[in-house]
């Protein structure tokens, strides 16, 4: 993790600034709650799925049973209760109790966001949504991850005895100013990790983009990559008419978010935002968008690799031909797309916890000579 200082040289850029203190520092009292509404909401909406009948697609040929939704109502009245429990004291076995349901539901919704990318990528080309249902579930659960996470963090925070707000042990009610360190890029290690991940989008974005543009691979002709994707949107026909895959210019999205997260210029808005030029850029703002695709992303990416290397070994069935691709054809196309879809989820995840760990401002209160003394 980068440590602060308070000194430049010429030619570095400027000491840590501390932040004046602002409503954003009562988060740590606030989140708790917020979650604990997410929770109540969660379990009405689930409960009510379950009585009405009404189908959620867990795949797109099977919608969940009503005892799955049932228990997601159960468990999520179980999340309400821990995170409201957060902000009071509790002894050490209550505070065990409130960790492990607070892990459980995070998991839980680790696993319903699953699909989330898919529905950013198909939003993205205007192809429409084809459940909204399904997209509600994920976005419900997503925004389950964003409160029960941090509420974690407090509680984690608190029964260590240190800030709730910053993670720093230090004396105050941690309402105060801030100091941010300095923006610096990501250490050597994580700059290569995260490139070497990126690598895995290759040989997928190649076969994808030569498909556009006229070629044939792996055994299937662009003719034949064509007619599969007849049912896209007008958007991405216009674009593969260009030669561009929509799902290759998604994952450039992805790639850029993994870059600003490993260097400096991700911390700061560049000048072509000219109202927010040289400001900085908020820490949730790329943080946020790079946990909750980059989990799923990492998870269907590793699922599809060892899918592929257990066919390709004989431990499975191989793969049934279908829209045009042989059986080994269809073995390489999974491969490719596994190295991708994981590369880009793991490169979004060492970014962002190196991104995390290089602008984590502290309380100012931490620095005082008091504290410092202690």
């Known amino acids: 993790m980068e440590t602060l200082t308070h000194a430049s040289t010429p030619g570095e850029a400027p000491p840590p600034t501390a932040a004046p203190e602002s409503r954003r520092g009562r988060w740590p009292h606030r989140v708790p709650h917020a979650a604990a509404v997410w929770g109540l909401l969660c379990a009405l909406t689930q409960g009510g799925w379950a009585v009405t009948g009404t189908a959620v697609p867990w795949r797109p040929d099977a919608p969940y049973p009503a005892d799955i939704q049932v228990c997601y109502a159960a468990l999520a009245l179980l999340a309400a209760g821990a995170a409201a429990s957060v902000p009071h004291p509790r002894s050490p076995g209550g505070r065990g109790a409130v960790t492990a349901g607070l892990v459980l539901t995070l998991a839980v919704c680790a696993v319903n966001v699953i699909g989330l990318p898919a ?106 990559w064509a007619a599969s994707g007849e049912r896209g949107s007008d958007a991405a026909r216009s674009l593969a008419s260009a030669g561009v895959d929509v799902t290759v210019l998604a994952a450039a999205l992805g790639v850029f978010l993994a870059l600003g997260l490993v260097h400096r210029w991700g911390a700061v808005f560049p000048r072509w935002t000219l109202p927010l030029s040289g400001t900085r850029v908020p820490r949730l703002l790329p943080l946020v968008p790079a946990w909750l695709v980059g989990v799923p992303l990492a998870a269907y990416g590793t699922l599809l690799t060892i899918g592929a290397a257990l066919s390709a070994t004989g431990a499975i069935p191989a793969f049934e031909a279908q829209e045009g691709f042989s059986p080994a054809g269809l073995t390489w196309m999974v491969l490719f797309g596994g190295l991708a879809f994981g590369g880009l989820g793991g490169s979004l995840l060492v970014g962002a916890r190196s991104y995390a760990a290089r602008t984590r401002p502290v309380c100012a209160a931490a620095n005082s000579p008091a504290e410092k003394a202690r």
Request: with cysteine; hydrophobic share 45%.
């Open 119 to 224: 529905y950013l990528v198909t939003l993205l080309s205007g192809g429409g949504v084809e459940s909204a249902t399904g997209l509600a579930h994920v976005a419900l659960y997503s925004a389950g991850a964003c409160l029960v996470l941090p509420t974690l963090l407090v509680h984690r925070r608190r029964g260590l005895g240190r800030c709730p707000r910053c993670g720093a042990a230090h004396q105050g009610t941690g309402t105060g100013a801030l100091i941010h360190p300095e923006r610096a890029d990501a250490p050597r290690g994580t700059l290569v990790a995260a490139y070497a991940l990126l690598c895995g989008l290759l040989p997928w974005s190649a076969v994808k983009t030569w498909w556009t543009l006229g070629g044939d691979a792996l055994g299937v002709t662009a003719e034949e």
